[in-house]
């Protein structure tokens, strides 16, 4: 094992610690903001099942990969990669990948830290009287100003550059081991408040009961994506927290308590939503706004709704600000190594960066709202392009780096196993069945673009117009007029 070698960055002070680092770096708005609104624009149990398979077959075993890595390596990702490709006496053309996992947390950093902004923003929300149609008008109102998005992704970025100046290892120990569970409490407070909205079946039974029709390869690509995303997998930001593990931890259990608790939060994160979704007769599918719209209402009806409403926007921003550490460490630490350049001089140049790219997603909501890159707003391609193309990417590299490229001795080594059942099924999943699986759905994705077949996305949205054109037909024979709906640009009438 690794014990000799220590890294510059310094040492978590306990076991302890690793957990509770990477469980921040894991719990984050991909658990409570992004996870509710992923299944309900994918059709509910048909994602989530997905998700829980990619999460165990392939996050986890690629999660063991990257701890192992860092541990052994016992610098930034980049240079982790570069030390142990020596090793393996094979190509240093491996750095790459730990360069381009530094450069997709810079991406995720500016778009995360807009979201975040919400979140920070909605602490002085007041939580008083508000219904499904206020709701969803105060968060739209919030998106639509340019000057409340810019100041509230400023601010967080700058709390996120505060923090990671000052070292992680000395910031992050004190404060995380109270506020983590803090949050758990009151999202599960939410989930006794689901109980008795009247529909909290009706939301376990779409989060639970998988439609299979619904499954495609963009359900899965999504799902897949998600799966790193929320396991802050693919990227190094895992790979960096490694690096500073105690030398005789336990790789594995560690990373299933991580998977573990990061899994829980996402779930019921989703029970307490779905059902506030259903009670107020709100859409499931109502995408990035859903938490902003829907838990507010439950907050203003609860007793003491407005303590509880703004210790849970308290808390978010929090969790949020210790997964955004974890995104900006791997390139941080790289610079430092290789650069020899102060922390503080690191820091504020990848947090300058991350937040100019993120003033183009903020303002995707409102002045270049029109701004599209393959029909998406910037904040979405950003998303896209992190999420469901780098992230899986880099997550098939890795495992195939750990799977094929390092010695199997050393693998043994560092993981303090013996060869038996757990550690070849977990090596077999390394080696061949993380690869394929995505290998397998990205190569199902570009089928459907590549050939005349109906593309999943065209699907979904003609599913959004018989909906729409549904739900006028019966409003129509409701009140007895008729609707009918011009196009802004031509002046055309149509429908
Ligand atoms: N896992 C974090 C969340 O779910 O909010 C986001 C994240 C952090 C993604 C770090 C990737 C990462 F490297």
Same mark, same amino acid.
């Given at each position: 094992m690794s014990e000799d070698k220590k890294s510059i960055h310094g040492t978590w002070s306990s076991r302890w610690t690793f957990i509770l680092a990477a469980t921040g770096s894991a719990v984050g708005l991909g658990n409570i903001w992004k996870f509710p609104y992923m299944a309900g624009d994918n059709g509910g149990g048909a994602f989530v099942l997905v998700y829980l398979a990619c999460i165990c077959i392939i996050g986890l075993p690629i999660m063991l990969g990257e701890i192992m890595i860092g541990r052994r390596g016992r610098s930034s990702p980049a240079n982790s990669m570069k030390s142990l490709a020596a090793e393996a006496n094979t190509t240093s053309a491996w750095t790459l990948l730990g360069a381009t996992g530094a450069l997709a947390g810079l991406l995720i950093l500016s778009f995360y830290s807009v979201a975040a902004g919400w979140a920070m923003s909605y602490i002085f929300n007041g939580f008083q009287n508000i219904t499904a149609e206020s709701s969803s008008a105060s968060f739209k109102n919030l998106l639509s100003s340019p /000057?409340?998005?810019?100041?509230?992704?400023? /601010?967080?970025? $700058? /709390?996120?550059?505060?923090?990671? #100046?000052?070292?992680?290892?000395?910031?992050?120990?004190?404060w995380i081991n109270t506020l983590m569970p803090m949050l758990f409490l009151i999202i599960l407070l939410l989930c006794i408040y689901a109980m008795q909205t009247g529909a909290f079946f009706e939301g376990l039974r779409y989060l639970f009961m998988p439609d299979f029709s619904k499954i495609n390869p963009q359900v899965m690509l999504e799902a897949l994506g998600q799966a790193f995303f929320t396991l802050s997998l693919g990227m190094g930001a895992i790979m960096a927290y490694g690096a500073y593990m105690p030398a005789n931890q336990n790789i594995g259990k560690t990373a299933v308590s991580v998977a573990a608790l990061d899994t829980g939060v996402a779930l019921l994160a989703g029970?307490?939503? %779905?059902?506030?979704?259903? #009670?107020?007769?709100?859409?499931?599918? =109502?995408g990035p706004g859903l938490v902003f719209e829907t838990l507010p209402i439950a907050f203003? =009806?609860?007793?003491?709704?407005?303590? %509880?409403? +703004?210790?849970? %926007?308290?808390?978010?921003?929090?969790?949020?600000?210790? $997964?955004?550490? $974890?995104?900006?460490?791997?390139?941080?630490?790289?610079l430092i190594e290789s650069l020899k350049i102060k922390r503080i +001089?690191? +820091?504020?140049?990848?947090?300058? +960066? #991350?937040? %100019?790219?993120?003033?183009?997603? =903020?303002?995707?909501?409102?002045?270049?709202?029109?701004?599209?890159?393959f029909g998406k707003t910037f904040f979405n391609a950003t998303d896209f392009l992190t999420n469901q193309i780098m992230l899986p990417l880099g997550g098939i590299f890795i495992a195939i780096f750990v799977g094929w490229i390092m010695k199997k001795e050393h693998v043994l080594d560092e993981l303090g196993f013996q060869e038996n059942f757990i550690f070849k099924a977990w090596y077999f999943s390394v080696r061949f069945v993380a690869p394929t699986l995505v290998g397998l759905v990205f190569l199902s994705l570009l089928y459907f673009f590549f050939t005349e077949e109906e593309s999943p996305d065209n699907e979904k949205e003609e599913e959004k117009e018989i909906y729409i054109e549904e739900m006028v037909e019966e409003l129509e024979e409701l009140k007895g007029f008729s609707i009918s709906f011009r196009d802004p640009k031509t002046n055309e009438i149509y429908l």
């Open positions: /000057l409340s998005l810019i100041f509230w992704h400023s /601010l967080f970025i $700058s /709390l996120t550059v505060f923090i990671v #100046a000052r070292g992680i290892l000395k910031g992050l120990e004190k029970i307490a939503i %779905f059902p506030i979704v259903f #009670a107020n007769g709100l859409a499931p599918s =109502a203003s =009806a609860m007793p003491l709704g407005i303590l %509880f409403g +703004t210790l849970f %926007f308290v808390l978010l921003s929090i969790a949020a600000l210790s $997964s955004s550490i $974890s995104l900006i460490e791997p390139g941080v630490a790289w +001089t690191a +820091t504020i140049l990848l947090g300058f +960066t #991350a937040w %100019f790219i993120g003033l183009f997603s =903020a303002l995707s909501f409102n002045l270049l709202s029109e701004f599209t890159i």
